[in-house]
C-alpha cells in the first residue's frame, strides 16, 4: 500500500506538478489528496467549496467529471503508470451537494496495455451520485 502512495506522489510531482485537482503546489487547485489504497480502490474524500458550486448549492457537473477523471489517473499512477484520458463516460445519478464531504473512489476494470479501462464513483453520504468509465492510454 504505502509502495502505491509512494509511485502516486512521485508521478504527481513529476507529471503533472501543477495539476488543477492534484497538485499541492497550485493555489487555485483542490490539493486531492489520496489516502487509501486497498483491494485495488484509490479513494479520496473532497470538500467542496461555494465556488465551484453550477446551481445554487450544487457542484456543477463539469467539476463533477474532472474529479472523476482525477482518481482515476490518480489510480494509475498508484501502479506507476502515466496515462492520458482517451474517451470519458459519466453518468449523473443525482446532484451534488456543496456540503456534505464527497467520497472518490477508482479501479482498473480491464488491462489491454496500453489501454487501461477505469471505473470511478462519486458518493455523497453512502450514496452514490455519479459514476464515471473511462479509457485510458498508456504514454511511453
Not at 495539476?19 to 486531492?32: I, M
Not at 482517451?86 to 456534505?100: C, D, F, N, S, T
Amino acid at each position: 500500500m504505502e509502495d502505491h502512495l509512494h509511485k502516486l506522489r512521485s508521478l504527481q510531482a513529476q507529471v503533472h506538478p501543477f495539476c488543477l485537482l492534484c497538485s499541492r503546489s497550485n493555489p487555485r487547485g483542490l490539493a486531492l489528496r489520496f489516502t487509501s489504497f486497498s483491494d485495488g480502490i484509490l479513494a479520496a474524500s473532497f470538500q467542496p467549496n461555494p465556488t465551484l458550486q453550477g446551481y445554487g448549492g450544487r457542484l456543477h457537473g463539469g467539476v463533477t467529471a474532472s474529479l472523476l477523471d482525477s482518481v482515476m489517473t490518480n489510480r494509475l499512477f498508484a501502479e506507476g503508470i502515466v496515462a492520458v484520458t482517451a474517451e470519458l463516460k459519466v453518468r449523473y445519478r443525482g446532484p451534488v451537494a456543496i456540503v456534505p464531504e464527497i467520497l472518490l473512489r477508482a479501479w482498473i476494470d480491464k488491462r489491454h496495455r496500453p489501454l487501461f479501462l477505469m471505473i470511478a464513483e462519486l458518493k455523497q453520504e453512502d450514496c452514490v451520485k455519479a459514476t464515471a468509465s473511462a479509457k485510458f492510454m498508456e504514454l511511453k
